[in-house]
């Protein structure tokens, strides 16, 4: 029996389902040994389209061995810049490939066949066959990976470090706090920054289970005094990036004696007096901050956190409270027929991607 050659980054991978491409009888091999060593990994840069009611979409899959057996994923849209991912899980059996996104994402399974990549891409509601042409050899990540010790009076964990590839001496840099439930949008975000020029760091806490908890205050500031010690990063432009329920916990760290340099905050719930409270201390240091709201997330009461954390933080300048009314809770609009009749890939709520990486960067001057 073949074993799966594979690359975890969360879990374990949740099968979505395309009937053509399901394992006969066949499991991975508990020890993770290899019965065939010989078939090549297919590694590579694949492109090819998908498609679904008339529309066409171009979609780039880079596949590198980052190890002995293992690969590791880069899907990109050229047309829609902002979707590009890296697959946070990833299985291939001779010659069978599946990879996904993250709990809820894109998903597809593939079987190659000699330069060829034939299967079937799942995307929210919309499931359709692709056949991919490998086009040469794959691209390597613009920026280096590590692990990072980050410790605290609860013990330490292995943060994720992104350290970007360029002739930059100090790079700004981003902490990434992350529920296990938002650690997928931590990552998707980490890389995208990286690519970009920030050294980014993810680091997970539990959700607090009362307002005194102060275990995620606890690893916000110890990463961000890890990442304050890099030699490739600029000790005074770090800052934190949270989404949902963290994000009171990661203001009081970052209005803490030595502030951060900003704070990104996404669906930070302020719907009531008592809740925006926790932002003041953001206020009270002058720490600027971009708090975003996706107008269709359910997960928190969005009118109501936006109006009252603009008041909570005083309207200082630097500090931007910004809502994108169409956008899922992901800020992706969901695809969708248009006027016309004609098929709308879901793509990035509009100015996203490009008002975050500008809102960064003026606090990095």
Sequence with gaps: MKSIRSVYSIGALAVSGAGLLLLAACSADPDGSQADASAPLPTGHYEG???YQGTELRVALDLCEVAPGKLQADVSFPQVPGLEFEAARLKYQEPQLRLEQGVGGISLQAVREGDFLRGVLSWDSVRTDFVWARRGEAAPRPFREQTLAVRTAGGAQAGQLRLPDDTVTHHPAVALVAQPQTLAAAQTRAAYLARRGFVTLVVTAATPAQPTDSGAYQVAAAALAALRRQAAVDSGRVGYWVRGSLAPQVAVAAGKDKPAAFVV??????????????????SRQRVPVLALYAGLDTTTNVRESAQRLRA???????SQVRVYPQAGSEFRQRGRLGPDGQWQWPRPAEG????LVEWLRQRGK
């Design 312 to 318: 909570a933080l005083g309207y200082r300048s630097g």
């Design 352 to 355: 996203y991607w490009e008002g």
């Design 265 to 282: 905050m996404e669906a930070a719930p302020a719907a009531t007096r008592e809740q925006a409270a926790a932002y003041l201390p953001l």
């Design 49 to 51: 389209p998908i498609s």
